[in-house]
């Protein structure tokens, strides 16, 4: 009567070992970022050519960066301005 009480309880030990194990998550090592080469220097992408500024124009007349009632030559400056702060914030990344 005690072997297969015996038997059965250490099988169930064994199971939840088995669980417990496969539950745990392994170790990540943290000190790669996505952001750095194997030498741990940045990689650095530069910002594509604008290929349709009516597009990003419209982009920014819905974030309200834009007002339709600018003329045509104040959106194509607030664009520049816009294309400019964007390609020194990601400058001033890559350094």
């Known amino acids: ?8 309880v250490c099988l169930v ?3 939840c070992q088995q669980v417990d194990t496969a539950t745990k998550k392994p170790n990540i090592s943290h000190d790669k970022t996505p952001n750095k080469n194997n030498h741990g ?4 992408q ?16 819905k974030s309200g960066q834009i007002k339709i009632s600018d003329t045509e030559t104040v959106k194509l400056q607030k664009l520049e301005r816009y294309v400019l702060n964007k390609r020194t914030g990601m400058a001033k990344k890559c350094k």
């Open 1 to 8: 009567m005690k072997k297969p009480l015996i038997i059965a």
């Open 41 to 44: 220097q940045k990689i650095c």
């Open 46 to 61: 530069k910002m594509p050519p604008i290929l349709d500024k009516t597009k990003l124009i419209a982009m920014l007349i």
């Open 13 to 15: 030990l064994t199971a």
